[in-house]
């Protein structure tokens, strides 16, 4: 897949604006990015679903804008909220979803089959799919979304109701599909998510900020990681708001997380001086992680 100047605009706002993307074939890729950034615009106008205001795209040979039929059969796609029938039990959404795809009698009997073992849903075949809990809805919706074995996978914040084993979860089976030929584009704002894709764009106001592998994006920050250990780091955490060479600063339990501007030349003495810090504070560089690096692509560009 790729994406050249990808931009669509809702009257006055422009919802993604100019995006490039090349996508390989076999691996998972994330949006990353916080509410409102344009993921779901991103993801519905590389479905064909949504008509770009401006520039283009090529997905499994398909040109968008353009007469998106062929792609239906070759995509699957995971809406953000539940898009299936509430009224209709889990075995009759199955049912409608394979004839949607053609598959009809026993070849349609056998691959429901395999996806309500596959996707644990066994138990649940006779309860409306109105009523399963989150997590279980979560499991049905990529059953339906994989019916018809699609190349490539939108994923649209695809855990954002899962408790973290189901989620573990979840995520083995993004790598089987993967590991049987399929590619994966997916959409969150968990990082623990992030850090599992092969590759991440960072988006921010309908803006690419950053992409690359995730220890890519870690390597490539250029910012000094500081936590600080002490008393009062609620008051040396006001003090940091908006202090020069201080590009964020969040406390997490008895520390306090700093990310320090990459040029400034002594950043624990900066971070000691602006934080009015005593002697008994303690800091100490640490790495970066995944979420560093996308307070700060989101941070660099909001200054
Ligand atoms: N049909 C529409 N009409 C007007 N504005 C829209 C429309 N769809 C999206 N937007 C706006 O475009 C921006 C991007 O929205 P989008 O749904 O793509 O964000 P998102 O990254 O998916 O956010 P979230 O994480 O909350 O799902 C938002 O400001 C949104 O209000
Ligand atoms: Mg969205």
Known sequence: MEARGLTRRFGPKTAVDGLDLEIEPGVIYGFLGPNGCGKTTAMRMLTGLLTPSEGSARVLGVELPGRAEPLKRKIGYMTQSFSH??????????????????????????RIGELTEEYDLAGLAAQMAGSLSGGQKQRLALALAVMHRPRLLFLDEPTSAVDPESRRGFWEKLFDLVAEGASIVVSTHFMDEAERCHRLAILDRGRKRADGTPQELMDALGVTVLEVEGTDLRAARRRLDGAAGILSAAQIGARLRVLVEGDVPEPEARLREAAGLGDGAAIARTRPNLEDVFVSATREQAA
């Open 85 to 110: 029938y509430r009224d209709l039990t889990v075995a009759e959404n199955m049912g409608f979803t394979a004839s949607v795809y053609g598959l009809r009698g026993r070849k349609a009997r056998a």
